[in-house]
């Protein structure tokens, strides 16, 4: 190093030793060479490590990083599979695994407040004596923790049934990377900016203290084990499961491959089996779990399912889970290394998708596994090698990334949980088009102006792959005669007033142009097996239940005399952040942003999804959304968010990222924002 | 086989191969199958109270591996990371691959500046050699130790001026000091006939706690029968840690010596030691001769006959139950990790006492996480050692156990000690307690 980048190292470390005690900050070889690895594939060294041992430090310590400009990179357990937790720009890594109390649990308000370094399964532990239970449980959870599961938006087997983390944070108390302290809710005024920390992989600051939603664990549950003579009798097992209506609490599937790598004298399968279903459904109303275990058995013999199995005994279900938590292990025990891919589909390509996998596996002849959440589409190929073999490493990377090709090409993601970090950051240009980057640049940008918070992740930095070819859905003629429109708005400077039936407008605020998504009202897509529908804005919530209605489905939608679009905007119920897949919307440039598609799961950019939710038509117009639908009737419980305005200066800043030109709902800037300048 | 080695970094000086769970692995290949999941870290005690990746089983694996590799230069300055681990398994335990964090920090230890230079190593290997001298030094310090003069040695500064800072709190765990030794109580047991038992007397046994001793043997004579005292050498577990695999092999090879020599008139007679660390290592023993094919073989025969004394003591043999001594006493047990982990022997304690003492026997919290005695780890480690046994307390305290039964001499030094300065609970060895209750 530099005599003068020595001199300023020492004299950062003599700074933040006064913040954090000397003992606390480490810059000699040992750290830099322990903190240069997680658990992928990536190396980086930082110039030092940083031991947060309060809460209260993390504060006065990213002051200090953020006035010499120097980067950082959160930690916790390190378990990140993306090269997460390593530090790309020679900063520092911040080590937050101390942070380890639960703060609060409680009961009357469902809610469990704690520290980010709590690790998942003692979280579990402690709810478990009071009957409850935090619904995100990832593989990892043995060793991954809150804050972890935050950064990557964990899922886990339960989450088909109770949603990722982003469905179970309420609020979250942050730290950004200027160093100033702010808090964020659902509850908030205006857009969610408490989601896009969700899934931000550390890049947008450190969680401080999390408010997370905790459940009281259902009375009944009962697992079922079922092998099938073929892949697509079970997979065809698993639509039909879904297309009844029933969402169980994990859907797990192994394919023969997997059995036959996993398989021991103790865990017997016949040479018939060519995949394995492990169902797990819960409730706390004994009838529905009968009903739906009758349901379930009736369709796994339609499928020709054999050696069926269930339990409801919590002893004897671990026992028939088994075979499906050995898969990771059993290749541990072969193999120096294993490559666990991680992408997500929608439900009704999953097949297809799995089918490719395999072909392009078997042709490279190689040792692998392939298991999935068959519940959400979520595909885990597990493939061996050792990475010491620079030949075998490259040719398992090239495979890779054939592997996220299929994923994209099914109108997938290339993350469902394991994140983007560095490894896929390249590949988010083969999924997004090049607009739909720079606002996820620009989105970083205004919240980490300096760029020092654990760069080089997620996004990409550079611009040289191509979009590939993804199943999206067409864009409506009207759709494409609205871009135009706002484009020549936009070359105006004309300010738009983004509305849908204009039920909630009193009065025209001058110097505004109407802008109504009433020419779009489309339904774009009802996928039965999937259990989604995805439809223009501009649809009224009457039509789209009434529709469902008539096709024996669902929604869960209060009734209203307005549309889509504006019951979005306006975020008229807690609940329908949970209800939203993934929307499409255009910017006041006349960007057209795609966000995900029909997937269960999606973790690759920030979630611009739900921050939407509560915009008030001041970020972008919303023209078509991904809703979640189903069989059963709904229980009609909207809660009304309370609403509180939370001004902050990244408000304004994510503002100005999506509208620099303020050109959209300018009348209600102020509003929302608070009085700030950029 | 492929070659990755680094030439300029010659790591084939100590063990050539390590036995694994996954196979024979040269250290390379055995470090190599550490991916950094990370599922370990949770079950590190190090890891635990001190929460950074340094103090990590994942860590010091991969410490290791930048040393083969070359990308770290210098084992003498990663010391915090490979002196800190308490060798006590758990990782390896819930380790998918399997790998050996153990014998690949041992492997690393070896490279250490000092390593083997000890003075007091080498005191203590050249008096184990001497038995009779051995025997006369230790009642000798013992003595010193009951009339204070330790205690006065402390308040002096003596320990610090000797370059021992760390006796200055290791010298309050030396809790029994007998008078007379085991070996000398107990070497009538030599001609016996129809041996069915062969009992090995570990130092901590030997020296330390005899009413241990005691007890194995009146439990194994109430449900084997005849057994004879082995009258053997060190296990050589001081050696194989702190000292040369040489002297190691010189003592694994004369018991296994004595053990050729009984089993040749009684061949199904079984070898057993109450130190779950002594007997653990005994059945490593083949570790130490893969360079030597007849000797591996005969370690192999040694070792496949080695039984901790909590695996021999079945359920079915509690027939006649002292009910009075165990009326409203609440029993905790701690497992040891060189049971736990390295012999895999997870339940055999409880599978004995839960049909006697039902739900008197109380489930520790943690109970096989390491009480941080380990062996001299209290001495070199004893700020980590003292945080550790910190947690084993509250653990123990959890449950409010009358009697916290263990199966090693490092835990019942700790755990007695700490019995002593937080939650009070009589400390005993398992089979102590056996004894006590089978009439």
Redesign the interface.
Known sequence: MLEEEEKKLFSITQEIGEVVGVENISI????R???S????MIRAKPCGVI?IKKASDIQPVLKILYNHSVSFTPRL???NLSGGATNQKGGFVI?L??L?RIIQIDTTNNIAVVEP?V?N?KLQEELEKFGYFYPPDPS?Q??STIGGNIGENAGGPQCLKYGVTSNNVVKLDVILPDGTEATYSIEDYGPDIMSLFIASEGTLGIVKKAYLKILPIPKYFLTIYSEFKSLDDAMQAVADIIKQGIVPKSLEALDRLAIELTKTKDIEISDETQAVLITEIDSDDKREIDKEQNEILKIFNNNSAFNIKFSDDKKESEKLWKLRKET??SL???????LVEDGCVPRSELVNTVKKIKKIIDDHRLKANLVFHAGDGNIHPQIVF????VKETNRIRRVAKDILKEYIYSGGTISAEHGVGVEKRAFMLWQYDKKTIDLFRRIKKAIDKKEISNPYKKIPITNDLKKLKRKEFEISDNVKAMIEEIKTRHSKKIRSLICGKQTSIKTLPADHSILSSAPIQKILDFDRENLTITVESGIEIKKLKDFLINEEFYISLPDDNGTVGGMIAEKRFVGIRDLILSMDLILSDGSFIRLGGKNIKDTSGYDITKLMIGSLGTLGFITSATFKISKKIPDNKFTKPANITNYTSIGIRIKNAFDRENLFNAFLTEKVYGRYEI | MRNYRNELYTHNLHLKELITKNGVKDIYDAVSQCTRCGYCLENCPTYLVGKKETLSPRGRNQIVRMLIEGKYTDVNTAKYTIDTCLLCGACTDVCYGKVQTEDIVLEARREEQGHNNSLIYKIIIYLKGEKKLFDICLKFLFFLHRIKLSYLADKLGLFYLLGYPSLSKGYKKLIKTPKKFLHTEIKHLTDETDIKWIYFATCGTDYLFTNVGRSSINVLKKIYGNGVFMNNECCGLISYNYGSLDDARKLATKNIELYEKIKAANPDAFIVGDCSSCIAFMKTYPQMFMDDENMYKRAVDFSSNVRDIIEVVKPEHIKNINFDYIKDKKVTIHHSCKAYNNQDLKTNEDDVLKPVLKENLIEMNESNLCCGGAGAYAFSEPEFSAAILSRKMTNISITQADITLVSATSCLMQIGYGSKTSYHTEVMHYIEFIDRIMV
């Open positions: 000699d070889d040992l750290n060479s322990l903190y690895y997680d658990a992928s031991h357990a390190g378990t080590n695994s101390a380890n370094g690790v399964i990892s043995k060793v990771y292990p541990a025990k072969i193999a120096n290394n294993i050792d990475e010491r073999d």
